[in-house]
Nanobody, 124 residues
Framework: AQLVESGGGLVQAGGSLRLSCAAS????????MGWFRQAPGKEREFVAV????????DYADSVKGRFAISRDNAKNTMYLQMNSLKPEDTAVYYC??????????????????WGQGTQVTVSS
């Protein structure tokens, strides 16, 4: 499987970005998909996750109400719409895919495939 993120960049605080994660060589609809991020000097953390069909989502408290995860199974693509961005959202954002119970959706060590990451920088 291959996951490729895009859409990162430099944005001012309060601005918006939309990240994409394109999947190939994988049966996309079989996988729950997640977004994680790693800021400089910090551990990688959970951001958001979406179920295989897109009917259920979950978010880290730090992004609830500002970020929205979605997916288009016909296009093998997942998205992360990021609004009201803050400097503390600055990080490398990774998409990941997994099978397994929904209860463990935030545990990054249980994800099967990862993208290379895309940089998001929010200036104050």
């Amino acid at each position: 499987a291959q996951l490729v993120e895009s859409g990162g960049g430099l944005v001012q605080a309060g601005g918006s970005l939309r990240l994409s994660c394109a999947a190939s060589r994988v049966t996309f609809g079989l996988y729950a998909m997640g977004w994680f991020r790693q800021a400089p000097g910090k551990e990688r953390e959970f951001v958001a996750v979406i179920s295989r069909t897109g009917s259920v989502t979950d978010y880290a408290d730090s992004v609830k109400g500002r970020f929205a995860i979605s997916r288009d199974n016909a296009k093998n693509t997942m998205y992360l719409q990021m609004n009201s961005l803050k400097p503390e959202d600055t990080a490398v954002y990774y998409c990941a895919a997994r099978v397994g119970p929904w209860e463990t959706r935030q545990r990054q060590e249980l994800y099967d495939y990862w993208g290379q990451g895309t940089q998001v920088t929010v200036s104050s």
